[in-house]
């Protein structure tokens, strides 16, 4: 749509009809997640999920120099600010006092933005004339659909649907509406998997939304302060996704496979250029790490046969057979 010469209004649009469609994907898909079982395998999650983690990794540490095109981008200064952040979150996680573990990234982004504000970094600017409260307006930005931006669009929900049972198979935890990986790494290193936390960040979220001068305060933190914050989130993504692989019998299919999706995945995350030259369709599906290395994983998992003592192992299930009627 950018490429069409598209206002933000009509990106928006486009993005919420593509995704309002996407949406039936997933619901198609949890109809036959029993069957799907064969393909959304601890080996396929913990792939998708290491990937995500590591392509996450990008976001925090371009955030942690200044941010994306930042003129000072990499000063010492920003470096300096995101490092004391990381630290800060070290420190207070290896603590033995629970509340002070659970409060590490919130404090370490309290104490980030103080250090951000002595130091000249942080300067409050005058709050923007919004409203007290903004109330949501059904279909503002319009509503469209294309096809070309659905497929790839689609694909990503799948994606999401195989990453959705690696983050609950990381948490233990039940089905929730969708989830994010990023959640992995805050439970990670705060310990704190309960669901009533959810509902107390859901009431927050809203607050966010209802009153939009909370969110204009809460975007005045400067980039290097949440670059240092995140960076250890998405790296502790990257780590859930290492832990489920090493939960799946590593022989040299799996070996094989788990080398060949990383080496795809990351190839293109490093090299953004090399499908310039294919088809719009195929630079839409492929382009990401997350894709490409998903569905690299994906097919040869389907493609390349199980072991048959690998597949009996996975097959026995000592409580289910005890469950089975004489």
Same mark, same amino acid.
């Given at each position: 749509?950018?490429?069409?010469? +598209?206002?933000?209004?009509?990106?928006?649009?486009?993005?919420?009809?593509?995704?309002?469609?996407?949406?039936?994907?997933?619901?198609?898909?949890?109809?036959?997640?029993?069957?799907?079982?064969?393909?959304?395998?601890?080996?396929?999650?913990? #792939? &998708?999920?290491?990937?995500?983690?590591?392509?996450?990794?990008?976001?925090?540490?371009?955030?942690?120099?200044?941010?994306?095109? !930042?003129?000072?981008?990499?000063?010492?200064?920003?470096?300096?600010?995101?490092?004391?952040?990381?630290?800060?979150?070290?420190?207070?996680?290896?603590?033995?006092?629970?509340? &002070?573990?659970?409060?590490?990234?919130? #404090?370490?982004?309290?104490?980030?933005?103080?250090?951000?504000?002595?130091?000249?970094?942080? &300067?409050?600017?005058?709050?923007?004339?919004?409203?007290?409260?903004?109330?949501?307006?059904?279909?503002?930005?319009?509503?469209?659909?294309?096809?070309?931006?659905?497929?790839?669009? =689609?694909?990503?929900?799948?994606?999401?649907?195989?990453?959705?049972?690696?983050?609950?198979?990381?948490?233990?935890?039940?089905?929730?509406?969708?989830?994010?990986?990023?959640?992995?790494?805050?439970?990670?290193?705060? +310990?704190?998997?309960?669901?009533? &936390?959810?509902?107390?960040?859901?009431?927050?979220?809203?607050?966010?939304?209802?009153?939009?001068? #909370?969110?204009?305060?809460?975007?005045?933190?400067?980039?290097?302060?949440?670059?240092?914050?995140?960076?250890?989130?998405?790296?502790?993504? =990257?780590?859930?996704?290492?832990?489920?692989?090493?939960?799946?019998?590593?022989?040299?299919?799996?070996?094989?496979?788990?080398?060949?999706?990383?080496?795809?995945?990351?190839?293109?995350? !490093?090299?953004?250029?090399?499908?310039?030259?294919?088809?719009?369709?195929?630079?839409?599906?492929?382009?990401?790490? #997350?894709?490409?290395? +998903?569905?690299?994983?994906?097919?040869?998992?389907?493609?390349?046969?199980? !072991?048959?003592?690998?597949?009996?192992?996975?097959?026995?299930?000592?409580?289910?057979?005890?469950?089975?009627?004489?």
């Amino acid at each position: 749509m950018k490429q069409r010469g +598209g206002s933000p209004e009509d990106i928006l649009a486009m993005i919420f009809g593509v995704c309002f469609f996407g949406a039936a994907v997933q619901i198609v898909l949890s109809r036959f997640i029993g069957q799907l079982r064969r393909v959304i395998t601890p080996l396929v999650t913990g #792939i &998708v999920i290491t990937l995500i983690g590591i392509s996450l990794i990008k976001v925090g540490i371009t955030d942690l120099g200044g941010g994306f095109n !930042a003129p000072d981008f990499g000063a010492p200064a920003n470096l300096a600010l995101g490092l004391f952040v990381v630290l800060t979150i070290i420190l207070l996680n290896r603590s033995n006092t629970p509340w &002070v573990r659970l409060s590490a990234i919130i #404090i370490g982004l309290a104490l980030g933005s103080l250090a951000a504000w002595f130091s000249g970094k942080l &300067v409050p600017q005058a709050l923007p004339d919004l409203p007290l409260v903004s109330l949501p307006t059904p279909f503002r930005f319009g509503f469209n659909f294309d096809w070309s931006a659905f497929l790839p669009i =689609a694909l990503i929900y799948l994606i999401s649907s195989i990453e959705t049972v690696g983050d609950l198979t990381a948490n233990c935890s039940a089905f929730p509406n969708t989830t994010f990986a990023q959640n992995n790494g805050v439970i990670q290193l705060t +310990g704190v998997a309960s669901r009533y &936390v959810g509902l107390y960040i859901g009431v927050l979220l809203f607050c966010l939304g209802l009153f939009p001068l #909370i969110g204009a305060v809460l975007q005045q933190i400067p980039k290097p302060v949440l670059g240092g914050a995140t960076l250890v989130m998405f790296g502790s993504v =990257a780590a859930a996704g290492v832990r489920i692989l090493a939960q799946a019998p590593l022989d040299r299919r799996s070996m094989l496979i788990i080398a060949t999706s990383f080496g795809v995945g990351l190839g293109i995350a !490093a090299q953004p250029n090399l499908l310039h030259l294919m088809p719009t369709l195929v630079q839409n599906l492929f382009d990401s790490a #997350i894709t490409s290395g +998903g569905i690299t994983a994906i097919v040869l998992c389907l493609l390349l046969p199980e !072991a048959k003592a690998s597949t009996a192992a996975a097959n026995h299930n000592p409580e289910r057979d005890s469950l089975e009627p004489l």
